[in-house]
């Protein structure tokens, strides 16, 4: 009869597999800060006739794609995003003046008779193409009258082009000019206004040969107006593509170029790599064969992981990259609860060998193992509900990493270890020992919770100074939650800050943030155009040579006041989340214990910014949340084992101090793999991806710490209020065959 591990290999064989097929089949789909191009992200607005709700954002994202369509954008990408906005990629378009100017333009088309010339002052008066005042009568024909237009041009009629029109009915048309057509030759009222938004773009008279009350038959006419092939081209999409039903208003604007995003790849690349390598390196030196194997079982995870993003059509962005690498040493953390548990059953009995220690080593990890991605799948799961943006891209990678994580460890890597461990020796597998930090820790034994009050001191100092560079400094919220705008240039030349402050305030911006670098000059102001971008980069080119837009971002200020309200909505939903689920699986004074230790990790890492300056924004929000995923998982791993540990005739505070020092190995050296992930990370990623990593360490080093001395303390201290029992022994459990195979 087949037993379970050979059922196991075959389910491992078939992931593989099929991930290796999706690999090497299926192209990833990369978001525009890796191939470069302009995401723009509009926002439906009540008229003063329709109702901007679903529907009628539908019916303008039909119109977008109409003109995203006809401007020739390779691949577009236009989808909506909750009942109000619209998210509009545009790959290889680099110029956000045209892409908001042709692709959101409200294009309230309508073609007016001309009453007569208006006097100055007049305010109902519209100004023609030559300068002239001219007084409108109401619209005769509107944007939902013209079937088709196109640009034209013709040598025999002469140089330019112009535009050419077809109306769905040609009775309106024909009206309209055969009126006009009555007026004498050099009467304003022979004209015809054409008005776009409000402005005249073309009021041509009619030709002498059209005549009074006949008009001209067929629904057709041609726009003239010395345009160039791109002016002409883009009127025509704005009336081929029709009114919009609703007014739109650009909130979001994103221009990343070409060569940022491949240097980003690049660096991604090399930081998976090394990172992967150092990890493969450390786990193999810490449990030999056991650990080459479960290297081996890491790089599957990579494929995996890779492959199920790529089956989703989940958009690769920067920070997802960042996410998967990180993923990667997050990984090692199920293997490394496996392989310590199955240690400490093998020197609890030897004799029963290295296979059943490590049967028993996996059964008993599952339950840490689940509690501790639980919490990580929290995190990951608020910043994909709560976050916008390319932090999306972080929670659905983040996620993926978690599940794939699981296959890794507990299907291949068990499959791969089974299949060798009955074959070598203890000494060989890097199972049979101790460990260097077990070892040091039960010669030692230290009594870490007698100190207990001292520790919570000390971490409540840590706190205060957080808070007060909190209070003195504050946040360097990001454009991405004040609003405004940020550009980056590259600059052939390197100019010093003060240099660069001059430029750009003679630009016209003094109030602007600037910031320079050896290679790059970043400008920030939250009252900054389009068009002043373009003034800026000229004054710039005085004194740092070449200047060239590496990336360009806009958010408007209701929707920088919308991400700074989820943001914080986002953190303490995962800090309320965190704390029901451990109250649920454990008890309230375990979830309270971690929620307070929690709260010091994000103090200090929040404090840690505001004194050096660096800038919050949505990557920050993605480390923060991946340090609460990381804080709990520790501190789940801890409880776990002191509801292992607590008895009737174990103390509670000796069940805390001794699940401390049991876990520590494991503690330190899933810490360790993943420090050697963000050292990567922090080596070869940009400045956005070094601050995230630095977020990051921050957090793994005070969420280890505060395991032992926050929430182990804390918890001691919350037990006197909890007036239940302790857990039933462990020997009160069923007890497993010796041998048995699960």
Partial sequence: MFRAPFWRAVAACAVIAISLAITLTAAPRLGLDLRGGTQLVFETKDSPTVEADAAATDRALNVLRQRADALGVVDPTLVRSGERRIIVELPGV??????????????????????????????????????????????????????????????????????????????????????????????????????LDKEIISSPPLDPSVPCRTGIPGGSADITGSFTHEEARDLAVLIKGGALPVPLQLVEQRTVGPTLGAAAIDASARAAVAGLVLTAVFIVAVYRLAGLLSALALACYGLISYAALVAMGATFTLPGLAGFVLAIGMAIDANVLVFERAREEYQQAPRRGLRAALDRGFRNAWSAIADSNVTTLIAAGLLFWLASGPVKGFGVTLAVGVLASLVSALLITRVLVQAVIGRIGPRVSGLGSAGTVRTWLAGRNPQLMRAGKVWLGIAGGLAAVAVAGLVARGLNFGVEFTGGRLVEFATSRPISADAAGQAVARAGFPTAVVQAGDDGVSVRAARLGIEDVARIEHALEGQAGEVTKRREEFIGPSLGEELRRNALVALGVAVAMQLVYLAARFRWTFGVAAVLALLVDVAVVAGLFAWLGKPVDGVFLAAMLTVVG??????????????????????????????????????????????????ALMAFGGDSLRDFAMALVAGIVTGTLSSAFVAGPAAILLGRFDRRPPPSPASAKPQVRRGAVV
């Fill in 630 to 679: 990381y804080s709990v998982n520790d501190k789940v791993v801890v409880f776990d084992r002191v509801r292992e540990l607590w008895t009737a005739r174990v103390p509670f505070a000796a069940a805390v101090n001794g699940a401390i020092l049991q876990t520590l190995p494991r503690t330190v050296n899933t810490g360790l793999g993943a420090l050697f992930i963000l050292l």
């Fill in 94 to 195: 680099l110029d956000p003046r045209q892409a908001a100017e042709v692709i959101g333009r409200t294009a309230q088309l309508a073609f007016r008779p001309v009453l007569g010339a208006a006097e100055p002052g007049d305010r109902s008066a519209f100004r023609d193409e030559n300068g002239g005042l001219l007084k409108l009568g109401p619209a005769a024909i509107t944007g939902d009258g013209v079937s088709d237009a196109a640009e034209r041009s013709d040598p025999q009629r002469g140089p330019g082009w112009w535009v050419s029109i077809d109306f769905r009915e040609d009775g309106a048309w024909q009206r309209l000019t055969g009126e006009a057509a009555c007026q004498p030759p050099d009467d304003p009222r022979r004209r015809v206004a054409i008005v």
